[in-house]
């Protein structure tokens, strides 16, 4: 009688025992660590009903292995859970990277807004720049053509101005420039070297020519006659020159532009043993250089 | 008497169709799994290794479980084979889509490493 009591609670006991202390399968401890492993990544966030579904497969895999847990069912059990709960993480991942992908293009799309607006203020800066180069150019090149203009103008009534002089006085032009040829009778009495007053109209004449040969150089020569000794000649030529050249700066010529020199008699244009010859001899020249 | 014996036969013969026939063919098991496979190889799990051999042992298990249903095996155990099929053909459809998601999102930011890089002064 004692021995029956002994089996009928022993062996049930000795079941339990057995059961809760054999050892799960690998495929079930895998089961378990894909599981924790889904969980503690990116499946509980982005994928939690596959999550679940992993769940609810290793649960099963686990009621398996509690009612026999060395059964074929068990391993099958514990394999598909393992694979769910590996699914389930494979597409949270998928889910992550998808949204990472998103989260690029929108920075993307940022990076080349932000891009786009300084190649555009650039631009706006170039053409700017532009449009300044262009009308400084612009205005470069009109103040080019009004200077080429003034001096078009200028050298016309330059040349007018000498053409004027020309019908009226002795003008010619050799390797010195212009000279322009004053007959010392009409401006000085014999001997002296103060200006008739007769001279002032010629005078007047050439310093309103000479005011308007602007870059030009004057230099205002007298000459006598071979009369006299040299000294005087000398003498005289040089205070009639300088006589001639203060009243042409009088009427206007600039000081800077004009000097004045007296050549005697050595440089005689006509022959002095005639009267005609002497008269022509006796002058003013006022040459006006080449053009710089 | 007859009628104990009517009932021995019955239950005979009811205890014979069980024990031969046991669990039922799992059609929908069967259609399920090669649903699966045929998914995950249009998703792509051929590209990918680790994908790749899932399929192969979701077609292998899948094999072994119609042979099983062919020779008049064990429906049960071949229905657990099918569902283990299924889950590897699964987790291969699974892992193809991460492997193209990831490679999608490295492409985006390799993109956008790019443009800064050019957006540098």
Same mark, same amino acid.
């Given at each position: ?5 002994f ?5 049930p006991c000795?079941a339990l025992v057995?059961?809760a202390?054999?050892?799960p399968p ?22 939690p009903a =596959?999550?679940?579904v992993?769940r ?5 895999a686990?009621?398996?292995f509690?009612d026999d847990?060395t ?5 099958d059990n514990?394999?598909?859970a393992q694979?769910?709960a590996?699914r389930?993480?494979a597409?949270?991942?998928? %889910?992550k990277a998808?949204e990472d992908?998103e989260r690029?293009?929108?920075e993307?799309g940022?990076?080349q807004?932000r891009?786009l607006s300084r =190649?555009?203020?650039?631009l706006?800066? *170039?053409?700017?720049?532009?449009a300044?180069?262009?009308d ?6 009109a ?7 003034a +001096? #078009?103008?200028a050298?016309?009534k330059?040349?007018?101005?000498m053409d004027?002089?020309?019908?009226s006085?002795? #003008?010619k032009?050799?390797?010195r420039g212009?000279v322009?040829?004053?007959? &010392?009778g009409?401006?000085?009495a014999t001997?002296?070297s103060?200006?008739l007053?007769?001279a002032q109209?010629?005078?007047n004449?050439v310093?309103?020519?000479l005011?308007?040969q ?10 006598? =006659?071979?009369?006299?000794? =040299?000294r005087i000649?000398d003498e005289?030529s *040089?205070?009639?020159?300088n006589a001639?050249?203060d009243y042409?700066?009088v009427? &206007?010529?600039?000081a800077?532009?004009?000097t004045a020199?007296?050549f005697?008699?050595?440089?005689p244009?006509?022959?002095n043993?005639t009267t005609?010859?002497r008269?022509m001899n006796?002058r003013?020249?006022i040459?006006v250089?080449?053009?710089? | #008497?007859l009628e104990? +014996?009517?009932?021995?036969l019955?239950s005979?013969l009811t205890?014979?169709a069980?024990?031969c026939?046991g %669990?039922?063919k799992?059609e929908a098991r069967?259609a ?8 995950? !190889?249009e998703? &792509? @799990?051929?590209?990918v290794? !680790?994908?790749t051999?899932h ?5 292998? !298990?899948r094999?072994k ?9 064990d429906?049960?155990?071949?229905? #657990?084979?099918?569902a283990r099929?299924?889950a590897d053909?699964d987790?291969?459809l699974a892992l193809a889509?991460a ?5 999608? @999102?490295?492409k985006?930011q ?6 800064k890089h050019k957006?540098?002064?």
């Amino acid at each position: 009688m004692m021995l029956r009591h002994f089996f009928i609670i022993a062996l049930p006991c000795a079941a339990l025992v057995a059961c809760a202390t054999a050892s799960p399968p690998r495929e079930l401890v895998d089961a378990r660590t894909a599981y924790q492993q889904a969980e503690a990544g990116a499946a509980a966030k982005y994928v939690p009903a =596959d999550l679940h579904v992993a769940r609810e497969s290793l649960d099963t895999a686990e009621k398996s292995f509690h009612d026999d847990a060395t059964s074929q069912d068990t391993i099958d059990n514990a394999y598909i859970a393992q694979l769910k709960a590996q699914r389930a993480e494979a597409l949270g991942e998928a %889910a992550k990277a998808t949204e990472d992908k998103e989260r690029a293009d929108r920075e993307l799309g940022k990076t080349q807004e932000r891009m786009l607006s300084r =190649d555009e203020a650039r631009l706006r800066d *170039t053409q700017s720049q532009l449009a300044k180069e262009r009308d400084s150019v612009a205005k470069a090149q009109a103040e080019t053509a009004a200077e080429h203009a003034a +001096r #078009m103008a200028a050298e016309k009534k330059a040349q007018d101005a000498m053409d004027a002089l020309a019908k009226s006085l002795a #003008m010619k032009k050799d390797e010195r420039g212009t000279v322009i040829t004053l007959s &010392g009778g009409v401006l000085f009495a014999t001997g002296q070297s103060t200006l008739l007053a007769g001279a002032q109209t010629q005078l007047n004449q050439v310093a309103d020519a000479l005011k308007t040969q602007a870059e030009h150089h004057f230099l205002v020569g007298g000459h006598t =006659d071979n009369q006299g000794n =040299d000294r005087i000649n000398d003498e005289l030529s *040089t205070q009639r020159a300088n006589a001639v050249r203060d009243y042409l700066i009088v009427r &206007g010529v600039s000081a800077d532009a004009i000097t004045a020199q007296g050549f005697g008699s050595h440089q005689p244009i006509a022959d002095n043993h005639t009267t005609e010859g002497r008269a022509m001899n006796r002058r003013v020249e006022i040459i006006v250089d080449k053009a710089q | #008497m007859l009628e104990v +014996r009517s009932w021995s036969l019955v239950s005979i013969l009811t205890i014979a169709a069980l024990g031969c026939g046991g %669990a039922p063919k799992p059609e929908a098991r069967i259609a399920s799994s090669e649903g699966a496979i045929r998914g995950a !190889e249009e998703g &792509g @799990a051929n590209a990918v290794p !680790e994908a790749t051999l899932h399929v192969k042992l979701a077609q292998e !298990e899948r094999q072994k479980a119609l042979a099983i249903i062919k020779d008049g095996g064990d429906n049960h155990r071949a229905e #657990m084979i099918l569902a283990r099929s299924e889950a590897d053909a699964d987790l291969a459809l699974a892992l193809a889509r991460a492997a193209a998601a990831k490679s999608e @999102a490295a492409k985006a930011q390799e993109a956008v490493d790019a443009l800064k890089h050019k957006e540098a002064p």
